[in-house]
């Protein structure tokens, strides 16, 4: 208790600090604190110094400054990113989810719910498009679909079918090494000619598909009138392109065997009138 005493005393006393002028020695200001009250307030200065030093860090471009600490542009490019990085898995998850749809639309199937495609209340985000089952977009696209196929559906049956009052001019003379037969899916007649034959256009019409394929090589295709469409395959050159005026007789190509599946130099001719195969040779003389 002895030694305690004196140590609380000295906190307990009071202090006088002045202020005085150097050459009249007359006193300025003084305070007057114990030693408690001075210890506090030192430890206030530094508390509050400490205080503003944070704040000035915080809320200042002072920041920046600190190492490793990344600046405003670094911050901002990191956010953007951050976003764009989320925005695009969520544009990627819905075009996943719309591709199954479309791919089951196509194959004549129900769409899937999001239901039966997504985990439990994560349907919220996904256009009515996708979600609600067949769209008016999705109907349209299915009839036009259906469409094509009822116009285009093989029909052997086109070989009795007869175009009055029509002259075609014969692509190519020479010898048929293999006829038209829908049974075995050979829709045309292959020709084989001399070499560097030239193939000549069997009617007036437009040429709506002219370039290469892998399978029939050089192929050129021409829309007629009446709905009848004259196809060319194997070819060795082109000598018209898509959107060209032809006449019945016209060069059009020249003779090849180019494609994967040729087995050689010949023309693969093939007739179409309104979406049916027709045997070239009940209207050409080859």
């Known amino acids: 208790m002895a030694s305690t005493q004196p140590k609380n005393k000295g906190l307990r006393e009071h202090y006088i600090l002045g202020v005085y002028h150097s050459d009249s020695l007359k006193q300025i200001t003084c305070i007057k604190a114990s030693g408690m ?52 898995e969520g544009v990627i998850h819905l075009w996943e989810v719309h591709l199954v749809n479309l791919q089951r639309v196509l194959a004549d199937k129900e769409p899937l719910t999001p239901e039966e495609m997504l985990p439990r209340g994560n349907t919220a985000q996904i256009p009515e498009v996708i979600a609600g089952g067949r769209s008016k977009e999705d109907s349209l696209l299915r009839e036009e679909a259906e469409t094509i196929e009822k116009q285009y559906e093989l029909n052997v049956r086109g070989s009795n079918l007869q175009i009055e009052g029509l002259h075609f001019f014969p692509p190519v003379k020479g010898l048929i090494v293999a006829d038209f037969s829908p049974a075995e899916n050979h829709y045309a007649v292959d020709v084989v000619a001399p070499e560097n034959s030239v193939i000549s256009a069997v009617l007036d019409g437009t040429v709506n598909f002219a370039s290469w394929t892998e399978e029939y090589g050089y192929v050129i295709q021409i829309q007629h009138e009446n709905n009848l469409l004259s196809i060319y395959k194997h070819c060795s050159q082109l000598f018209k392109k898509v959107g060209d005026q032809v006449t019945a007789g016209s060069a059009v190509a020249v003779i090849g065997g180019t494609g994967t599946i040729s087995t050689g130099q010949h023309l693969h001719f093939e007739l179409w009138h309104k979406g049916i195969p027709l045997n070239p040779v009940d209207y050409i003389n080859f």
Do not use: C, H, W
């Open 37 to 88: 009250q001075m210890l506090l307030s030192v430890i206030g200065f530094v508390f509050l110094l400490i205080l503003a030093v944070v704040l000035l860090i915080i809320y200042t471009p002072l920041r920046e400054f600190i190492p490793g600490y990344p600046n405003a542009k670094t911050r901002e490019i990191m956010i953007n990113n951050a976003l764009r990085a989320d925005s695009l």
